[in-house]
Nanobody, 127 residues
Framework: QVQLVESGGGLVQAGGSLRLSCTASGRTFSSYALGWFRQAPGKEREFVAAISRSGITTVYADSVKGRFTISRDNAKNTVYLQMNSLKPEDTAVYYC????????????????????WGQGTQVTVSS
C-alpha cells in the first residue's frame, strides 16, 4: 500500500516562502502523476499544481502561477511545492495526491483523477 506523507508546512509572513515535500513509499512512484491541492476553512478543496510522470509537464492554478513551482525527484520518491510570494489567501491545508492511472502525457487538474492522498500539512500566511 503506497502512502504519501507531506511535510514543510508552517506559519509564514506574507511575502515569504515555504517548500512543501511529499514522500511516497513504494516502488511505482515514477509511474504516477502527482498533484497538490489545498482546502481553506469553509471552502472546497481546490487544485494548486500537478506534474506529469516524467516531470516534463507541469500545470498550475491561475491563482498560484508565477509564484509556486512543482517539481519531483523520482529517485527520492518525493514531490515538492516551492511557494514564494505567499499571500494570506494561500492559507489552507495542503494535500499531495497521486494519480496512479495518469494520462500518457500531462497531468490532471481534477481531484477525482487522484486516488492516493496524503494527510495534509497546514500552511498559514499572516498579513
Amino acid at each position: 500500500q503506497v502512502q504519501l506523507v507531506e511535510s514543510g508546512g508552517g506559519l509564514v509572513q506574507a511575502g515569504g516562502s515555504l517548500r512543501l515535500s511529499c514522500t511516497a513509499s513504494g516502488r511505482t512512484f515514477s509511474s504516477y502523476a502527482l498533484g497538490w491541492f489545498r482546502q481553506a476553512p469553509g471552502k472546497e478543496r481546490e487544485f494548486v499544481a500537478a506534474i506529469s510522470r516524467s516531470g516534463i509537464t507541469t500545470v498550475y492554478a491561475d491563482s498560484v502561477k508565477g509564484r509556486f513551482t512543482i517539481s519531483r525527484d523520482n529517485a527520492k520518491n518525493t514531490v515538492y511545492l516551492q511557494m514564494n510570494s505567499l499571500k494570506p489567501e494561500d492559507t489552507a491545508v495542503y494535500y499531495c495526491a497521486a494519480d496512479t492511472s495518469p494520462p500518457r502525457f500531462g497531468a490532471n487538474r481534477q481531484s477525482r483523477s487522484y486516488d492516493l492522498w496524503g494527510q495534509g500539512t497546514q500552511v498559514t500566511v499572516s498579513s
